[in-house]
């Protein structure tokens, strides 16, 4: 029974137990792919070959230039389904992500690294990048075009004789790490 003063203690209870729930997930990585569960039995399986990308944030939190901590969240791009978020109230996400990365990304550099010499665009989210440059807001940057292309405080800046300088959150851009790597190639190439 709720008696009329105690409608406000209600928000923190529901608060509460959200926060119970949510720290019921677990994360198990595998030789072939990993298993997400999520509290009341739900979930999702996919092998690495079916994973497209990975989206890791890291936002560290200030208020008046001190820090408060440090939010992360990772976001699993699955071929067959919608992307699937891990916010960081699932214990030691730093170490995942980085364990993830380590079994995903070699096998998608290679892959995207082979459909690159075989002249296919690569999709990076909003951004495509293909044999002769970058593709940015319906517009090709050639190469020799581009000025720079910079990670700044969590944007992908784009500066181009083309475009106006263009900043692009880099949790819009799956497999980041690796669309820069490839830019690095591509421009010693």
Avoid at 64 to 74: A, K, R, V
Avoid at 98 to 127: D, H
Wanted: glycine share 8%.
């Amino acid at each position: 029974m709720v008696c009329a003063g105690d409608h406000r203690r209600h928000p923190l209870l529901i608060l509460a137990l959200r926060r119970v729930l949510r720290a019921h997930r677990s994360v198990t990585l595998h030789k072939n792919g990993i298993i997400i569960a999520w509290t009341g039995g739900r979930r999702h399986a996919f092998l690495w070959e079916h994973l497209d990308g990975l989206s890791c944030l890291t936002i560290e939190k200030y208020f008046l230039g001190l820090e408060m901590g440090t939010h992360y969240q990772m976001i699993f791009f699955p071929r067959t389904v919608a992307p699937v978020r891990i916010d960081d109230h699932l214990r030691g996400l730093p170490d995942l992500m980085a364990r993830v990365k380590g079994k995903l990304y070699p096998k998608l550099l290679s892959q995207m690294r082979a459909a690159l010499q075989r002249g296919e665009t690569l999709s990076f989210g909003v951004v495509s990048l293909h044999q002769n440059g970058i593709r940015l807001r319906e517009r090709e940057i050639p190469w020799e075009q581009q000025a720079s292309l910079n990670v700044v405080r969590g944007y992908l800046v784009v500066e181009s004789s083309l475009l106006r300088r263009v900043k692009i959150p880099v949790h819009q851009i799956p497999n980041i790490e690796l669309f820069i790597q490839l830019l690095q190639e591509g421009v010693q190439a």
